[in-house]
């Protein structure tokens, strides 16, 4: 079998269909629809079957394709560590990390690193998409195995209003409080957003009304809330408290937003030197 033939396995599980997935790699169908069959051959076993949603993996097929998926990135981490060889410290930093991260920590870590490596080149996503070597992100409460964490800091996030919001003038704000109130916060499937919808459930109270669904936690954002009644959610950084922001009195059994920071790379990964002195760095800044 030769790694092509796992790109092409690959390619159809991604479009679930042979025909997609041959125009996404450039082949013909009937050369894609060939090197299934070659590989089916090979390991006995049918890896695909036709359902009302396209080609979809058999229950050998998922199995297969998960280690597929390993072989592949294996594959790719060792291309990268030979070309980090033949160049030395020279290379590429695909650097993700969580819109709600101190922006001070990304990008004066960033700044150190262009500094000390000026052949090195840095690609910065303001997300946890895409191939990334790095991620700064917050630790999930219950790990996950396939990913290794190497942990920053510790702090607590905040509902924060405009600072003539009606609800600082109470001492104590609960989440009923909270319920007839505009949002601005991330989209649905953001660990935040998820948190803070979570704890509405838990009382039995209907979710934030979000009104403003963005990117969350730029200074600009923040902006958007000055004047207004509504609220979101923010880190301890200054930027809300520059743009007229502050903290509403809620306590933790209302709503637990302490979280862990660290850089997430996948178990076992190849981390070449510009990787490994980026969190060397990241964790001069936060020491």
Known sequence: METRD???????DTHHSIGRAAEALGLSQPAMTKAIQRVEAQVGLLLFERTANGMSPTQAGALFIERARRIQLEYEDALKE???IRTGQHGVLRLGYSPSMPDALVLGACRQLVRERPAARLRLRRRLAGELDLAIAPVPRQRVTEFTV?????????????EAHPLHRRTEVGLPDLVEQEWLLPEPHIALRQQVEAAFHKQGLPEPDVRI????GSTPLFHLIRGTHMLTVSGAEASAVRAGLRPLSLGLDELDLRRSVGVVSRLGAYLSPLAQRMIAVLQEHVG
Do not use: K, T
């Open 6 to 12: 796992l790109e092409y396995l690959l390619s159809v």
């Open 82 to 84: 030979m070309r980090g």
């Open 150 to 162: 190497v942990e920053l800091f510790n702090d607590r996030l905040a509902v924060v209003a405009d």
């Open 213 to 216: 669904e963005a990117d969350f």
